[in-house]
């Protein structure tokens, strides 16, 4: 317990070292009013709450997929952002501690942390529409009780997509085709047998409650979070010097051997934890829960949104993370050493944003006509590159080369999520409504994306001399 102890102080201090103190505790209050509001006003347009929950559960699971992502990360991103520096789940060598009882602790420390920081107030959101909903005219079919269970069981989502995430991340450590056939083996098991995974999750339990649905949707992450520490090794940056020569040379070729400001992004994520294969796994975790949530907005509802325009919508949002790992090493005020604008750097992130963000969702989406008809997939095509400019430029523009201040930054969090809520919105609605209006749909869809990707352009046109004059007043 005192490792515990201490490894939730080390985030505390991590989180206020990074984020300017402890402004980033109002997050809570801004996670419970957003979810509050979201629930209500999709229950006001008649949204099933059958579909709300599923949608909250395939949310957190993305959310604790990307948390236990931390074999990916590695030390090179702590060591660039906090300098010469050693977490305590990086101390198995300085420390009488073994390796796997440090992952452990870390999955446990990062449960009751992010349960406490985000996760409660999602479910203090749900219980004050609960008990608006009698004012407010709709009827949400949902006791406190109901609340209290649901509280249990995104909790343990949560869990399972770190544990789940540790895991696979641990087996691609000691064989990356090893992992990828577990992932395919598993895949082709589900299609055969028509077995549904949802049976062994914790959402399961908050369907159906009862014993046999404990063990069946809490048994999982009981066995892999002792498994994943135990797969998982210690993995550093680097690489030989050979490698180093062979990816300068691949990266070279990509982008054209004179634009140093986009081969240098690439050749960071590259030579870092995890390679480019983060940037695969990031939007491949996405895509998974996507398609997840379709199949149970189908089973709640019996509605069948278009997977084209939900996949090419949500891929789009997901590039952020994308945006993280072309940015990672950047200390911002370093470029002011240069000769070059800050236009011109972040036109190289944005080149290097979108060799790594196009070809992967694109792929993605190929990958769906697996499961999905592929006419139905066209306008995906379309939309996934347009939101991700989108993307891109609001990010840029918003935070410049240090986007992780978004995540704790609690009036930065909420004008970029309203940002990404313009477009997304209305997409969603589309996606939604194309068994009604399948033309109009597609066209709706095309032509929001296409305007959010104009207003992208225009944003990430203004960030370069916005961040310039920001980063000079700073000196």
């Not at 629930?39 to 957190?60: D, E, P």
């Not at 420390?109 to 479910?123: E, G, N």
Request: aromatic residues 8%; without cysteine.
């Amino acid at each position: 317990m005192t490792l515990f102890g201490r490894m939730l102080r080390e985030e505390y201090r991590l989180h206020s070292h990074l984020f300017g103190g402890g402004r980033f505790l109002g997050f809570p209050a801004v996670v419970a009013v957003a979810v509050g509001v979201g629930v209500a006003l999709l229950a006001l347009t008649g949204t099933a709450m059958g579909a709300i929950v599923a949608g909250l559960h395939g949310l957190v699971l993305f959310f604790g997929l990307q948390v236990g992502t931390i074999g990916l990360v590695g030390r090179d991103a702590m060591r660039n952002a906090l300098g010469d520096v050693t977490l305590l789940v990086f101390s198995a060598r300085t420390l009488p501690v073994s390796w796997p009882r440090l992952l452990a602790t870390f999955l446990l420390k990062d449960l009751v942390y992010y349960a406490a920081l985000f996760l409660t107030p999602i479910s203090v959101g749900i219980a004050g529409v609960v008990l608006l909903a009698p004012v407010m005219g709709v009827e949400t079919g949902l006791a406190f009780a109901d609340v209290g269970l649901l509280w249990v069981t995104t909790t343990a989502t949560f869990g399972l997509g770190a544990a789940g995430s540790l895991a696979l991340v641990g087996l691609a450590t000691r064989s990356t085709a090893l992992a990828l056939g577990l992932v395919a083996a598993a895949t082709a098991a589900v299609l055969e047998t028509g077995v549904d995974p949802v049976r062994f999750t914790p959402y399961a339990l908050y369907g159906d409650p009862g014993v046999g649905t404990a063990v069946a949707g809490l048994g999982p992450i009981v066995v892999l979070a002792a498994v994943g520490p135990l797969l998982l090794t210690p993995v550093e940056g680097g690489g030989t010097r050979r490698a180093r020569a062979d990816r300068f040379e691949t990266v070279s070729r990509l982008v054209g051997r004179g634009d140093g400001l986009a081969t240098r992004p690439l050749l960071e994520v590259a030579r870092s934890s995890g390679s480019v294969w983060k940037v695969a796994f990031s939007l491949g975790v996405l895509f998974a829960v996507t398609a997840l949530l379709l199949d149970r907005v189908v089973a709640a509802t019996g509605l069948r949104p278009s997977a084209g325009i939900a996949l090419g919508t949500l891929l789009g949002l997901g590039t952020f993370t994308t945006y993280n790992w072309v940015t990672q090493f950047d200390e911002p005020a370093a470029f002011l050493r240069y000769p070059v604008p800050m236009a011109a750097v972040l036109a190289g992130k944005r080149r290097a944003f979108l060799v790594l963000a196009l070809p992967t969702g694109l792929a993605f989406l190929a990958l769906a006509a697996v499961w999905y008809p592929p006419a139905e997939l066209a306008v995906g095509l379309a939309v996934f590159p347009l939101v991700a400019v989108y993307v891109f430029g609001l990010t840029a523009y918003l935070t410049g080369l240090a986007p992780n201040e978004l995540l704790f930054d609690t009036r930065l969090f909420a004008v970029y999520g309203g940002g990404l809520a313009v477009p997304a919105v209305p997409l969603l609605v589309a996606a939604l409504a194309v068994e009604r209006a399948p033309v109009l749909a597609g066209g709706v869809a095309v032509g929001v994306s296409g305007l959010a990707a104009a207003v992208g352009l225009v944003l990430a046109r203004r960030a370069g001399p916005r961040w310039d004059r920001r980063l000079r007043r700073r000196q």
